[in-house]
């Protein structure tokens, strides 16, 4: 049986599906910024409840229909911001049920929660993963969708799912495409925290406050300094796209599929020496081999969400992202 933590109300507010999560918290923290009421799914699986300040929680799981139809029932909903999924690319080889299961099946029950109790608006989190090995850089959303992975198939499936959906059914839609997000919000509680963390900017940084190492996956890729490039954007930049997409939507105007990113790469061996600087310690580093599945250069063409939404990255330096993720790390997690 689901759980909650404040009272239901009838007032009009916005679903945060995973909004206890890294990006879905900063996500909340934005919305009530401007005007609007969150209300807080999550099953707590990695998100975290002290990253939540007074907003309403309802704590479940979206693959339990029964639990979304009674949230939908005491709820008018304007929009449905979707979060919650399961994001290791590795794990969604060995184990793509768990995918399956939680990202697409727990997506369409979502989805028909909302056709059910009238909800027509839906911003989802896509991946740059859905583009699977790119054929060329930047990559637009025109670049052909060949998913390597489940993590990738699970994302791009509901993406399907939403396209139909919006034929059918009218939805209204925005699938934003993140490239690697990063950074925190410095006025904010939560940093990028998931267990197990893979995630390289994270990592570094735990490299540096506790004086471990961080491998490096392969130095032989034909980039810059031979490691990967990756497109680093601010998760503040992230909820200012998601921001535009809701009023775009709640403006009665088209949604869409869009890269999130600021065109711009960094190496991973770049990352290191950036947040060696920003901690103002050295970093112990040691070379792995390539991790299966990393494509060289990811970066992405962001040009459309610059046109469409009106949207334009702030923080496109990744030596401010870390530093952002740095202090968040090192303030003290009040109660
Ligand atoms: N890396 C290391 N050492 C580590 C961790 C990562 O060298 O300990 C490297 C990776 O090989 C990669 C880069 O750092 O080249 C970035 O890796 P991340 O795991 O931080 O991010 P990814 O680019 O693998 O993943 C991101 C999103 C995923 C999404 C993917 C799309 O976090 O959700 O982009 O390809 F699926």
């Known amino acids: 049986m689901p759980t909650e933590s404040k009272s239901l109300t009838k007032l009009p507010s916005i679903l945060v599906v995973g909004g206890a999560g890294y990006i879905g918290s900063h996500m909340v923290a934005y919305l009530r910024r401007a005007g609007f ?14 990253a939540i300040l007074d907003e309403k929680l309802v704590i479940g799981d979206i693959t339990d229909a029964a639990f979304l139809d009674q949230i939908f029932a005491s709820h008018h909903f304007a929009a449905v911001m979707h979060f919650a999924s399961v994001i290791q690319v590795e794990e969604s080889v060995k184990a793509p049920q768990k995918y399956y299961h ?8 979502l ?20 583009y699977g090995e790119p054929l060329y850089t930047p990559i637009d959303e025109n670049h052909p969708v060949l998913p390597l992975n489940p993590y990738g198939h699970s994302k791009r499936m509901i993406e ?17 495409r993140y490239f690697n997000a990063a950074g925190a919000d410095p006025a904010g509680k939560l940093a990028e925290r998931h267990e197990p963390e893979t995630h390289l900017i994270p990592l570094v940084l735990r490299a540096a406050q506790d004086k471990t190492s961080i491998t490096v996956f392969g130095r032989d890729y034909p980039t810059v300094d031979g490691t990967c490039v990756r497109d680093y954007i601010h998760v503040l930049d992230l909820c200012e796209a998601h921001l535009l997409a809701l009023k775009t939507l709640i403006g009665g105007k088209q949604g869409g599929i869009y890269n999130l990113g600021t065109g711009q790469g960094y190496s991973v061996q770049q990352v290191i020496e950036i947040a060696s600087c920003v901690t103002q310690r050295s970093i112990s580093v040691l070379e792995g081999a390539r991790r299966l599945g990393d494509p060289a250069i990811l970066i992405a063409d962001p040009k459309r969400a610059m046109r469409k ?17 740095w202090a968040m790390i090192r303030k003290p997690i009040s109660p």
């Open 102 to 109: 939680n990202n697409v099946m727990g997506t369409l029950h």
């Open 111 to 130: 989805l028909n929660a909302m056709l059910k109790w009238k909800v027509n608006r839906f911003i989802f989190s896509s991946s740059a993963a859905v």
């Open 160 to 176: 399907q799912m939403l396209e139909d959906y919006a034929h059918a059914y009218g939805l209204q839609f925005f699938s934003l």
């Open 309 to 325: 939404l009106n949207w334009k990255p702030h923080y496109t330096e990744l030596k401010k992202m870390i530093e952002d993720a």
């Open 37 to 50: 009421i969150p209300v807080i799914l999550d099953n707590l699986s990695t998100g975290h409840q002290d």
